[in-house]
């Protein structure tokens, strides 16, 4: 079976070169897949006749029509660091064709072809690129599926209310307790989420003190959550059971209390590894060092 499985392997990269292998052009292959309000480009690079790589894009909810969001696309991927190939293989006409040739003739200071090729090897190329795109909601899918998981595995094992699709962790840094400052890292669905990262310059205090710093970057960000209405699922804290105890009262301050979840974890040690702490438990929670929902 793993001899059959690696024999498929070669056959199907053997199989794109010699795809892309019956002429010496340069060319940028797109695909473009629809699925309800969301749109997947994927980008086949051929480069002297040969499949040299590729790329994706997932756009959740782009304006306009298949014609002018490939149009949009093509205009905002180009540029004078990254110049286009002779040959553009389009599935379909993109919104104002001649102009945005002249626009790519310009970056690459020769001429270039937007084509959009029925039959031949051309088209052959197109269907790769087109199953290309479509594998990208598969992917998501199979990625939202894997989430959907670990979030109820650690809705079951941290004791939480609900499930955790915004995740919010804090920390406190500051040298000698001089140039103190809150950092705030965000995961949304279990990944990285840096429109919601924010970084805190510490007001209340010029000496160590852990506890009143964490206490003001909390009452910060729950303020402004509450009247952006973008709070968090679960907060994360590092440290013990002072940090959760602040983050328990802060919440009572503000009336959220059931409203988010709250763990705190504390550094690792080498007889215990990561315990996590949670409201209402003396105990610290313990879960294994490899365990999905600790990772």
Not at 30 to 56: C, E, N, P, W, Y
Not at 111 to 117: A, K, Q, T, W
Not at 263 to 276: C, H, M, Q, S, Y
Request: hydrophobic content about 45%; some cysteine; overall charge neutral.
């Amino acid at each position: 079976a793993q001899l059959r499985d690696q024999l498929r392997g070669l056959d199907q990269t053997l199989e794109r070169q010699v795809v892309a292998a019956e002429h010496g052009r340069d060319q940028d292959v797109f695909g473009l897949s629809r699925h309800d309000a969301a749109v997947g480009v994927a980008i086949l690079f051929v480069r002297a006749g040969l499949l040299t790589g590729a790329q994706t894009f997932f756009l959740p909810d782009p304006l306009g029509s298949d014609q002018a969001i490939l149009a949009e696309t093509i205009a905002q991927y180009y540029t004078q660091d990254r110049q286009p190939p002779s040959e553009l293989l389009l599935p379909l006409a993109p919104d104002d064709a001649l102009l945005l040739e002249e626009r790519l003739a310009e970056l690459r200071e020769a001429p270039v072809r937007i084509l959009v090729p029925r039959r031949g090897p051309r088209a052959q190329l197109m269907a790769m690129a087109a199953q290309n795109a479509m594998q990208i909601f598969a992917e998501l899918n199979r990625k939202q599926q894997a989430w959907d998981s670990l979030a109820i595995s650690l809705a079951k094992h941290l004791h939480l209310t609900r499930a955790p699709h915004l995740i919010e962790c804090i920390d406190i840094s500051n040298i000698s307790g001089k140039q103190a400052v809150g950092a705030l890292v965000s995961f949304r669905e279990g990944l990285k989420f840096p429109a919601g990262f924010r970084h805190y310059r510490i007001r209340s205090k010029e000496e160590p003190d852990d506890y009143t710093m964490m206490r003001e970057v909390l009452h910060r960000r729950l303020a402004k959550g509450i009247s952006e209405d973008n709070l968090p699922d679960l907060l994360l804290l590092d440290g013990g059971k002072g940090q959760l105890n602040l983050a328990a009262a802060a919440l009572a301050h503000f009336e959220l209390v059931g409203r988010i979840d709250l763990v705190a974890i504390a550094k690792e040690k080498k007889t215990e590894g990561e315990t996590l702490f949670r409201p209402g438990r003396k105990n610290p929670i313990l879960l294994p060092r490899h365990a999905p929902a600790l990772l």
